[in-house]
């Protein structure tokens, strides 16, 4: 406990509050004994096989359970586990006031017994991220990623022998080689191509119903940013981008952690007639603005039904891609339509 207060009072003498966190965690990261002291009284988020622990308040909205590493070990007691448990968290982030955040899951406990404990309900990783507001998605998505990184990542690649985290889980070692491995991201572009008048959307035949969306494509080994965004157009819709601009970023915990690369891109509307690869792309068209407003107003489909005829009014997508403009629903029914999502 005295050396984290001594990192937290480092990091404090620092003039940027960020920077302190920042310092904070990357002290945890490198320090196995202060990490496991900052654990002893850190803030938990539990998963069950990889569901977070959501709890909903008066207003109706979710948020994700509040629960300090005491209580996560009386829940141990409680329900007979091994309180060592607790040393398998990781760390996912920290406080404003520069109190640790750890996640946990307790696949292995009894589901229902943990929900009724806590107050809360182990909710899908997907259905949670419509449910959740502000800093919490990206926390939780986080959260679930590195967890999942863990499960997956026990032995090592080169000498097939078990590897070993440290306290903070940002890494993994071999116990025979001494190779490190750190969690992994497929970095990816998604690129909304314009002709100046329309957009480019496009869907997947796995795709919910309605949904289309802007292009996307993992990097290939070797290549840059651009090389990556041209390319996936010009094999998925058959043309040749002009010009582009970097937009923004998120990490997309679905199927595996990629790194989304968001970019804006221009094609010559001569050359704007689309040839779609339909191995990749059941469907790509071009929308006008007001298509796209118009979608974006009309609640998703309820299911059941075959879906309109190609080319018919109704076909204009009826949700497009709501993860990525960032809309979240407070209402849980629409998930069970949207929480397909690519
Ligand atoms: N519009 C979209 O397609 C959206 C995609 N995403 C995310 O972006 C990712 C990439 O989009 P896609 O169109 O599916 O990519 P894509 O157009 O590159 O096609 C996927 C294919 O690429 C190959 N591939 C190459 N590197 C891969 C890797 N590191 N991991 C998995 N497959 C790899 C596989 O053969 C796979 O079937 C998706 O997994 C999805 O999570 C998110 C939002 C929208
Ligand atoms: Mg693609």
Not at 62 to 72: G, N, P, Q
Request: with cysteine.
């Amino acid at each position: 406990m005295l050396r984290v207060l001594q990192i937290v009072r480092l990091s404090s003498r620092c003039s940027s509050s960020f920077v302190s966190r920042m310092r904070f965690l990357n002290g945890l990261k490198q320090n196995d004994d202060v990490c496991s002291a900052a654990l002893q009284d850190a803030h938990m988020f539990l998963f069950h096989r990889l569901s977070p622990l959501l709890q909903r308040n008066h207003q109706g909205t979710f948020r994700t359970a509040e629960l300090r590493a005491s209580d996560v070990q009386s829940l141990l007691e409680n329900l007979g586990s091994d309180r060592t448990l607790l040393q398998e968290a990781v760390l996912i982030g920290c406080t404003e006031q520069n109190q640790a955040q750890f996640c946990l899951d307790i696949g292995g406990l009894d589901q229902a017994a943990v929900e009724e404990l806590c107050g809360g309900t182990f909710v899908d990783l997907k259905k949670s991220f419509f449910l959740l507001s502000g800093a919490e998605a990206p926390l939780v998505a986080k959260a679930q990623a590195l967890l999942r990184w863990h499960q997956t990542s026990g032995f090592c690649s080169a000498t097939g022998q078990p590897t070993h985290r440290n306290q903070a889980g940002s890494q993994r070692t071999c116990s025979s080689s001494g190779i490190i491995y750190y969690p992994k991201m497929s970095p990816v572009v998604i690129v909304l191509v314009s002709d100046g008048e329309r957009c480019l959307l496009g869907r997947q035949a796995t795709f919910p119903r309605g949904l289309y969306s802007a292009l996307a494509g993992f990097c290939d080994m070797g290549e840059t940013l651009e090389e990556t965004l041209s390319r996936e157009v010009a094999e998925e819709v058959g043309l040749e981008v002009q010009s582009f601009s970097f937009s923004s970023s998120q990490h997309w915990p679905f199927p595996q952690s990629s790194f989304m690369m968001a970019c804006h891109a221009s094609v010559s509307p001569a050359y704007s007639q689309l040839c779609v690869d339909h191995s990749e792309l059941e469907d790509a068209r071009w929308f006008s603005q007001q298509e796209v407003l118009s979608a974006l107003q009309t609640p998703p489909h309820r299911g059941g039904g075959a879906p309109p005829p190609s080319g018919s009014p109704q076909n204009t997508p009826s949700l497009i891609d709501s993860s990525q403009s960032g809309s979240r629903t407070p209402d849980p029914e629409p998930v069970e339509n949207q929480s397909d999502l690519v």
